[in-house]
């Protein structure tokens, strides 16, 4: 049995589900099937410029200590990114391209360039 892991590079709530997904599916016995998508899309149809999180000084706030406190419980390291959101085309066509074998460890290794820069 499988599950679809959707995600999108510029998301770091992604990040933290990419970072744990693999274990999280073994222990329930499910194959996991990476997919990106691209959330602007979605957002601009729903009436946002960017990302919902962005659009009040202390919703944003809130976000990053939500993620770095996720990030810290589950012991995966997060480095605020210097540019937020970051573009994710042309990396979520590049998971695409590779083979489903692959895509796992192209998106976590991608995920960590951005998400965490300079390891």
Do not use: C, H
């Amino acid at each position: 049995m499988a599950i679809t892991f959707w995600y999108d590079f510029s998301s770091s709530y992604s990040y933290l589900s990419a970072m744990r997904i693999e274990a999280v599916g073994r222990a329930a016995d499910l194959d996991v099937v990476w997919q990106p998508f691209l959330l602007g899309p979605i957002f601009k149809d729903a009436g946002y410029g960017v990302s919902p999180n962005l659009i009040a000084p202390d919703k944003a706030d809130y976000m990053w200590a939500d993620i770095g406190r996720r990030a810290s419980s589950r012991g995966i390291k997060f480095v605020r990114p210097a540019v937020f959101p970051q573009r994710s085309i042309a990396a979520a066509r590049a998971a695409l391209g590779v083979s489903a074998e692959q895509r796992p460890a192209f998106s976590r290794a991608v995920f960590a360039e951005t998400i965490v820069p300079g390891r």
